[in-house]
């Protein structure tokens, strides 16, 4: 009876539905617990896009040490990461390349937008070469205005990402 | 090309006790202010090419030169082998569009004649702007390759005899004019 | 690979299946592979290289990722509007870029510093000197996976921050040098706090030495490594510390002494080994250096008067050209300004060192080993940022 119910065509869906149930019976209790695990590990993309990575280097080192956030430094690989920290001016050539970035990433990713340039174009708005900001290309989560902006301001935009994810349903 | 590039690790006699020894000996570099070096090479460079050659002005450590475009390799190669001006610090185009010409501004500098240290020879030519073209001077200075690259690709000035006269800087999808012509407009400007 | 005996067969075989015989050819053994922009060891930069076996047989540069288009923007702007723009190519290097920039309209527009700016601009170049070389420091550290370098450098940076900061007003774009002197002069305090900074950097530098620069591990990496001798050097017109670790003093501090540079006594810092290792120590003897300078300036700085001219609301000069230059951290930074007698300029070109040190890069990595490759590419003293403009 059950031999004949699971079969190789339909396997795979029962399987997924299985996962759907499971999502939902674990995400009242378990939510938050996963949520907990995320918030803690976040790690950012090594992709500079402009001068904004001074800042973004000067936030790892031992004044401001973003670590102690649960912001690991970025040195992982891109499989491996769930933030993209946009540092900076995103000119036309760097546009394609920062999709691909953020398309290869696995889910849940989160986006920071870091400075003026990231925001709106900035200083740079009526370049010939800028994009007027990210959020045409890549949805952005937290903005964090500056320029460029002092590393206490980036920890506070993670932690206004963090408490984001706090709060985000999983699943 | 004497480049050995990489390194075997049995030859490396790396060894943390050797003592590092910064090199001490200084340059001598003497400075006039009556212009006798600047007048010196302004009168080598007209006794060698006359009338073909355009004396822009002498200033402290400046000398601008112009010469036409079917000329500038042999001047090139004149302010290079005998004046030893050795390198080439930057190529900067510039669009006239009253005059209808780019003019390209070679500066040459020299690390080699201890004298020559603080002055900078600004060697100018010019082209059309409709048909822009000019002898490349990469023969002659090795350093000017991406600088006339840049200059390509932010003029359109086609530079013959250049190794590559190919997208640079540009996204690669450009298919505008060239940013730095003067009829190119910023946008809201 | 491929032997005579298994293209027979193949041969053979092909002629019963259609298929078509490729032979390997010289361009198979070949792989390519692209470095940047998204990879730790590139910066915002991306270079293509062939590899046979371990060795780097082609490598083609592709800048242009941070490519702003910041002279076409200086068209579009007065000489005061273009400062806060022209100093984002290198923010932890503003007061040097701004420099020369600023000697270039004062030319312009005959406009004469006075002498207590230009002390004060001196004293702000060199620190930011210090700034910009410890960044770089931190990077080379890190990538040679030396990460007690990238700490300590970043931790004693931000202390040369702080006093940026308190002379300044800003973290890194200070906007500070503007044509005819400087923004604001040096708050009450100032120049004890620079003096007992120097002090403590000096013996933190001792450290830098003992850990860094003596390690085997880092000397193994870079010693006899990517050797550019003193002739290449000069054909390829490189700059900065690149040039003077192939055994050439130049340095623009000493060959063209700007503003108060002919009354300092420095030495032009220099080595003959045209290696790696010492395209990385000559910085670090750069900081040294500048740690003297700045003793001298603080020492000589007049105790009164202006900090800078006073200037028009919208400064312009007659029609002409100027070509000035001064040392940034990445070497000779020259601005070439043309003017039309208008208070914007008609042409603004910067030659920037890292751009002129991007052609030593191919030049340097073919013929060396694939793992090689950073601790050459990051001893050029290259900032991507700077070279794309």
Redesign the interface.
């Known amino acids: 009876m059950l031999k004949d119910l699971i079969n190789p065509t339909n396997f795979n869906v029962l399987v997924g539905k299985l996962g759907d149930v499971l999502v939902k019976a674990l995400d009242q209790p378990l939510g938050y617990a996963i949520n907990w695990g995320r918030i803690w590990s976040l790690w950012p993309?090594?992709?500079?896009?402009?001068?904004c990575?001074?800042?973004f280097?000067?936030a790892?080192?031992?004044?401001y040490d973003v670590e102690r956030f649960g912001i690991i430094e970025?040195?992982g690989s891109?499989r491996q990461c769930d933030l993209v920290v946009v540092q900076g001016?995103v000119?036309?050539?760097?546009a394609p390349?920062l999709r691909m970035?953020y398309d290869q990433m696995p889910d849940p990713k989160y986006v920071i937008a870091m400075g003026a340039c990231a925001i709106t174009g900035g200083?740079?708005?009526?370049?010939?070469?800028?994009l007027p900001g990210v959020d045409g290309i890549i949805p952005v989560d937290v903005y964090v205005p500056g320029?460029?902006p002092?590393p206490e301001t980036l920890i506070q935009g993670t932690m206004l990402l963090q408490e984001k994810i706090k709060r985000s349903k999983i699943g | 090309m004497s480049n050995k590039g990489g390194s075997n690790l049995n030859d490396t006699k790396a060894n943390s006790s050797t003592k590092i020894e910064p090199s001490n000996a200084q340059p001598e570099i003497k400075q006039d202010n009556v212009l006798t070096l600047e007048k010196s090479i302004v009168d080598k460079l007209v006794s060698e090419f006359g009338d073909k050659i355009k004396i822009a002005y002498v200033k402290p450590l400046r000398v601008r030169v112009e010469v036409d475009s079917s000329d500038v390799i042999k001047v090139a190669s004149f302010i290079k082998e005998t004046l030893l001006f050795d390198h080439a610090e930057s190529v900067a185009g510039t669009d006239y569009p009253k005059g209808n010409y780019i003019e390209v501004v070679y500066h040459l500098g020299s690390y080699t004649r201890d004298e020559l240290a603080a002055h900078v020879l600004a060697l100018a030519t010019r082209t059309s702007r409709d048909n822009s073209s000019l002898p490349s001077l990469v023969n002659i200075y090795k350093s000017v390759e991406y600088h006339e690259r840049e200059t390509f690709e932010m003029l359109g000035v086609y530079f013959e005899g250049h190794p590559r006269n190919d997208r640079f800087l540009?996204?690669?999808d450009w298919a505008?004019i060239p940013?730095m012509r003067k009829e190119?407009r910023?946008?809201?400007? | 690979m491929s032997t005579e005996f298994s293209n027979e067969t193949l041969e053979k075989n092909s002629n019963n299946t259609g298929l078509q015989i490729v032979k390997e050819s010289e361009e198979d053994r070949l792989m390519t592979l692209s470095v940047g922009?998204?990879?730790?060891g590139s910066?915002?930069f991306r270079f293509t290289v062939k590899v046979d076996g371990d060795y780097i047989v082609h490598c083609d540069p592709d800048p242009?990722?941070?490519?702003?288009?910041e002279e076409?923007?200086c068209e579009?702007r007065n000489f005061i509007q273009n400062i806060?723009?022209l100093e984002?190519?290198?923010?932890?290097d503003s007061n040097n870029i701004t420099y020369s920039y600023s000697l270039a309209v004062e030319e312009l527009t005959n406009i004469q510093v006075p002498r207590r700016g230009q002390y004060i601009r001196a004293i702000a170049s060199e620190l930011n000197r210090q700034v910009y070389t410890l960044?770089w420091l931190?990077?080379y550290g890190i990538f040679l996976g030396h990460s007690t370098m990238?700490?300590w450098p970043?931790?004693d940076?931000?202390l040369f921050i702080d006093l940026l900061e308190m002379l300044t007003g800003a973290?890194?774009?200070h906007a500070f040098n503007i044509p005819g002197g400087v923004r604001n002069d040096m708050p009450v305090g100032f120049s004890e706090k620079c003096l007992r900074q120097i002090s403590y950097f000096e013996k933190r530098l001792v450290e830098y030495e003992n850990i860094f620069y003596n390690n085997p591990l880092m000397r193994q990496r870079t010693e006899g490594v990517g050797l550019l001798t003193k002739e290449d050097a000069i054909k390829l017109g490189v700059t900065g510390s690149v040039l003077r670790a192939s055994n050439t003093p130049y340095d623009i501090r000493k060959a063209e002494p700007y503003d108060v540079y002919n009354e300092i006594d420095f030495k032009v810092q220099y080595m003959k080994s045209c290696d790696c290792f010492a395209r990385a120590y000559v910085p670090f003897l750069d900081m040294k250096e500048s740690c003297y300078i700045m003793r001298q300036l603080i020492d000589k700085i007049p105790q009164s008067g202006e900090v800078r001219a006073k200037l028009q609301p919208n400064p312009k000069g007659p029609a002409g050209e100027a070509y000035r230059r001064v040392e940034s951290g990445r070497g000779a930074l020259g601005y070439y300004i043309i003017s039309d007698g208008t208070p914007k300029p008609y042409r603004v070109k910067i030659s920037v060192g890292s751009f002129r040190n991007m052609l030593a890069l191919p030049h340097l990595l073919v013929g060396a080993k694939l793992a090689d490759m950073p601790a050459i590419y990051w001893a050029l003293n290259y900032w991507p940022?700077e070279a794309d403009r």
């Open positions: 993309v090594h992709l500079e896009t402009a001068c990575s001074v800042e280097g000067a790892s080192g031992p004044r970025a040195f891109l001016t000119t036309r050539k760097m390349r970035v200083l740079y708005i009526d370049s010939y070469n800028v320029c460029p002092r | 540009l996204p690669e505008d940013p190119f910023i946008k809201g400007r | 922009p998204q990879h730790p910066g915002h242009g990722y941070v490519h702003r288009g076409k923007m579009y806060p723009h984002r190519p290198v923010i932890h960044y931190a990077i990238f700490m970043t931790g940076r931000e973290r890194v774009t940022v």
